[in-house]
């Protein structure tokens, strides 16, 4: 075919010649081995929300507010595809895609997948969004791109084979190695980094390099990176959307301003700035940004000509590329790239202009998305238990908006308002079907009849819960469901709040078991007040009065019941617990928080904890927590906004003096509250059987009618001497070591000197001395560092009154609204701290961490009477009674997919050299995790499920790298298909696809 | 097809209701004789130049000025159109869909003929550009609608039946029935009328009409004209550009914000309110605006949208239509339409926003234009007589200059700078062409053989003429060619610098002719040597001392010559003028100018003119010209700029008091030279043998020092009772009665009492009483009034220092530049005065206004020796030499086109009872116009010579008006085959396709 079509074109070009008019453009160059090849990749950089909500984005709706239409941009690329084979384009968000996918005819679905056959049209990155890689937990990340690369391997039977994430704010080491390299990638492409790296790395052409971004998966686990010189764009003057002011190639000899050598002589121009800083003779332009090819002829057309021209000017060879041919030939050079390890935060892109603001942004709105992460986890499973029903409620709508929500502009918090409302929206009507999912679950594995249905209580965390709160008379009694869905068994304090005081729990055997009310303090209450009307619409119609606390025992993936009812007498009934209010009692300066191993000294006197003593491990460490803000700059040079942080100022926040504290004891926990301020309130939770505090916090309104933004932080202070070294953890994954004012890969300029120290938390962070470690544990991401030895900061709140000017155009200065009562955002929300011996930290954060991400889930029903435990099945586990997964595992994902085969995966919790005792392989037995059910297959895929395990460690392509030596790496082998043992390395996850002889048989059956 | 269309539609409607996601919109619907039908007409109004130049709207350059391609528009709306044969675009300018159409191949152009022929895609109006009505001529009209029109008639055998003059400033009398009913047009469509007028129409019902433009031709040259009742854009919401911010309709019940009903309810009500200002159940809305459809895609989706969800609701019909269809529906509902007579200046679109500036706007351009315009006239005749040559030299490129030049942002002078000087670089390069075709033919005609060329002298009204200004000496002389372009002989002195004293003029036959040698004064020398170093980029190599001026005797569309030689002695040189300069001499206070019949007296105490006598028609009037400024509103309310005449009151220029005045006095004409201030120049000219003042003026740079823009005007004043009444021509053809501070179509409530007044003048104006008249003719377009009674008011020059806030977003401040010295604007031009016995001034206003819109054509050549006539043709007259056209008739066009076939109109001068012996039928004798060749066919075709006049006769629709009663029409005959005599009634212009035995052929052979 070729010589033929250079013949035709060529007899065309004649044509042209004579007559001058119609032209032929030659579009299909490929790549050159003797020259500088130009790599041109058309794309549309398309923000799954950000400005705009997500369909308003691909309706083209709100365009006062940004023109941008992504179902435009489908429709004119397809059409430019199809009007020249040569033409290529690269799409990346799945979300986008699907919603115009569902729209088109057979016939044209056939064309694109013509088109994808061809190669004109390659899915990249192909996740439902391009994802922000500082604010989201790891299994979010898996699952919003296995829904992506799912949905194009059934459309298309593609598999990207390259990460484009141009536009997040940073990039994290379990974007590279995980969802890179484990994802079946050879590359990955960005464009945000450090602006001093970026300087460095041009001078020593080393923007690209081969990334290892787990020190315990090292090379196994690599991938090549190439970083954009400047941005995702092309070089100034080649763009070419519609009203762009790029000059195009005026060809025309009849008409004015032929410009043809003019504009050659441009991009030969730019093309050897840009080899100037790149290794090889290949470099790659990102031909678009972003929403563009609204009207694709626009950009084509011009492309076309500059390939043809350019070709025929000859310096250098210009192609229609896409970043896996750019890959193909980076690797064909054989060329040794540097190394990079650990990841790229924070960046900055210019001496003030940190983005680190971002990690604590919407921190409601991240808690809101952590919450739901967990609970489709929980769901899933669920899920698979009753049987998936595609027509029916089921977890599809919760797993979209969560996909859609890890976002580079959403969790991350930098959208407008109204978006965020939208992304919120969405996860709730998504909750409210999952919920109806696991109501229906549970009342199938606790075989309820007719009796109603499970309740829940999704505002647990602001103490409402209709049906723990309904009073109990007339002999009816509240069920309470306690769902685990965690390998291990579990046994820890479950509280909601109730009305009355004599009340008794007991357990499945209709014992009855310990258990402790704690009254209601009236400030939370009315905040919770406020805060039910503006998240329900609904006035609370029921005023709890205690939290009612009990010790639930919950085994493996199972659930345990607990029944609640009205106490024949005292005797019988919960404990109150004591409460010692000190602005009227008086005692002894020192009080002990916690009547098990752990102790907090609380001195009455200067209203703040003083030691952290556990009785069991020995450590004795002075410890206090204290609140500050950082000041938000308000320079239109840079002020501090939803993306930046920029302080100016940091500024303590005394408590008031007037012991408005309070401390109650009970049999469970005991609990110290304290009011720094109306605006910050703190509970410090200490329970008998845990050797951590447990931190809750009601932070809001921020003040602001000083006219200043405010950025609040925390510092959990001890005397540990850490050396200005902390470590924080990547997408709640690996833990990477931190240095105060100091960067791996170049000699930092400090300018920025608290802003420029900050790194996304997203499962905790830690610091350690000689003896002792210290670690604080998060339920959601957040901002932080270690900005003195011994101190570990969070961030958990900021309100701000300027814009950063990083585009969102819009204040970040969140409220809530009941009817026009508008206040600043009230934020809930805990973390934890436990101090170690030097070498225990690890288990108790791989542990709690994983508790913290998937609670203990309850359900709530009436019953009438007594018989539950008689007709239900109270106690429940999904799998063998006699197992339990391994301490260093979890399962990650349990799910039934459309095809009724189920995907499995299955992490192991820790580094290599994390933990003496469990950083090393774990085996689990698949046929102890589904007793009941007969194994027919099992499949290991790659992590997306997109492919066989095999099919994507065959196609994988071996960088050389400038250092090669490196430990051993320990990963699990082959399954044998009759043991069905699963082995897993350190930081190991490993995916499959399970099917069984029978599905849809329950556990219960 | 139709039942079988809808059957298939029915069933892909069928599997949308099951799936419903892929959605089969149903645009087939055409009028439903019971509903309101909203006909929807996608359109893109396309500016041939305005902000950009015509090429840089093409082809999407210089976008940071204004994002705009209409190449994508063609490309895409293509596109679009070929997706769904219900979708209808119409296209309006020619001059982009030829560059278009250029660049395509022949598979699309088949497609496109296709669109055509099945009417998806219309052309309308189908001139080279959307004309402005208020200051071309209406030749140039003529020839860029006969362009454009000839043009589609070739590739497309289309006949536009519409007009579409939707963006000009006001709406001429030549318009609706030269360019409208003339040409074949049912109809015509506009948008911009006076506010208050639109009001009152409104309320009545009257914006539709039949319009009757021409007194003379009434009835037979009518057409049906509808206003759109706001702007030529859809009702607010219905826009869909890319990026525009109307809610698309969001059908996809898979995503948020369904909002169909709503979207549905929007269009009904604007459909409603629009009806309830039209007649009959037909409203049409103008889908698009300026530079839309650049994705064609975006508006049509949007529009299949609502026609699809609009009639499923079925309140209103709504429908893919035309104005052609529009008009038809129109027409079939049989109503009655009230009439219009006249036209629609001046256009105000709020109290004090009379756009009546831009009748003056950029002078020198509007000068440039009408020069060539004449230029081209004549260039074509000789073109003609010397064969066509489609490859070499043609009048082709200067044909395209002037008719894009006619657009309503070009002669207007209401585009920016860089685009005027555009248009007139285009016109400059078609003239150079030009040049060469009419001196090559003059060298065939002349049979000049190898002894150079004629040089002709396009600068001569600045003084400057290389060729004659050479000196003559060795023997040589300098021939001097004289081409009259009208068809009938005249009698006119000829002026030219020279250098030289001794000097003698002989004509063809050897004789000595009377000549006056006239000395060139310092001041206009001054500018026109740096004048011409501005507009050459030259330094003149010699320095003009005199003038020499002769009279011309030259016969109808033929040429004479005159031969300039060194006088051998003082008694047969050229006599030198006497010249009187006031300053230093002194004599009578009451200086005569004028040795005829014609006698300007001028009071040298006063320093002004003060009557005026003609010894002939015993005329004697008071008689005085002044000039005066009115300041430039400089209100951010609004300001008077290019568009907009908003006078802050009126200055008085008083003469310096310096006897700064000269009278030059010689045989053949006497001049008054006045310098009342250093930037107004003027000489008064009074020829021996003409009754009529010819006034130079030399304005400028108008001095802004003191920052205020000014507008400056001249008063030619008389002591006529005139009665408020004046009269200004429409395009330079028919007379219009204008009557100060009234309107014939409503009360006019007067807000701008000098703007509200003024009309676009471009022949003439004048005014009468009882028993005089007072014409002035003018050299190009100006705006003017009469303010005070007897009274003609001229607006000659204008530079102002704000923009109007219009759109063209830079002020009118034209500079010329040698280098970097610029300077304000300097305009040399012309008028021409008579009084006359009421009812003689038609006469010298149609014939002399004919001889200023085609001036003698001088061309020259350098001779050895004195054997010039004895080798040389030195006399000739392509018509009978016993023939000349009868004096109130002119042949407008005489071309050959490219088939060989000529263009000859002929056009009457006279209105019906403008003058007692013109006003009649007169004949043209054709066979007598072409002696030496043998007429084989004369085909009179419609005036845009795109069908025959017959066929377009027998489609025209006959509209029923409220009115109908009017005087007999006359109009020409048929002409008969043998007798060759074509008839024409007044105003009447008639077209034909002349064919000869053979073509190629000289008269002078």
Redesign the interface.
Known sequence: MKPFLNISLFFLLLICAIDC???VYDTSPTIQPNKLNVHLVPHSHDDVGWLK?V??Y???????IR???VQ?VL??VI?ALLDDKNRKFIYVEIAFFQ?WW?????ILKDKVKELVNNGQLEFINGGMCMHDEATPHYVDLIDQTTLGHMFINKEFGQKPRVGWQIDPFGHSAVQAYLLGAEVGFDSLFFARMDYQDREKRKNEKTLEVVWRGSRSLGSSSQLFTGIFPRHYDPPDGFTFE???????I?D?H????YNVQERVNDFVAAAIAQANVTRTNHIMWAMGTDFRY??A??WFRQIDKFIHYVNLDGRVNALYSTPSIYTDAKYVANETWPLKTDDFFPYADKANTYWTGYFTSRPNFKGYVRTNSGYYTAARQLEFYKGRNSSGPNTDALADALAIAQHHDAVSGTQRQHVAS?YALRISKGYAEAEEVVASSLASLTALKSVGTFQQCPLLNISYCPPSEAVLGDGKSLVVVVYNPIGWKREEVVQFPVTSREIMVRDSDGKEIESQLTPIHNTPLDNTYYLVQAYTGKTPSTTPHYWLAFTASVPPLGFSTYIVSTAKDTDTSATMATVWNFTSDTGDRIVVIGSGNLKLHFDTEEEKLTHYINNRTMVEEPYEYSYSYYAGHNSTNQASGAYIFRPNGKFPIKPAGQKDFRVIKGPLLHELHQETKPWIHQVTRVYKDKEHAEIGFMLGPIPIDDGVGKELTTQITTSLKTNKTFYTDSNGRDFIKRVLDYRTDWDLEVNEPVAGNYYPINLGAYVEDGSTELSVLVDRAVGGSSLVDGQIELMLHRRLLFDDAKGVGEVLNETICVVDDCRGLILTGKYYVRIDPKGDGAKWRRTLGQEIYSPLLLAFAEQEGNDWTSSHASSFSMIDASYSLPNNTAIITLQELESGTVLLRLAHLYEVGEDKDYSVMASVELKKLFPNRKISKVTEMNLSGNQERDEMEKKRLNWKTQDSSEAKIVRGGGVDPEKLVVELGPMEIRTFFVDFDYLKMFASE
């Open positions: 008019k119609y032209m909500t369909d308003q691909y309706t083209g709706a709100n365009n006062s023109g941008a239409c435009n429709d004119s059409s919603r569902n729209q088109q005819s057979e519609i009203n762009d002011v790029s000059p195009p005026q025309d009849l008409l004015f301003d609204q009207y002829v626009s939208d």
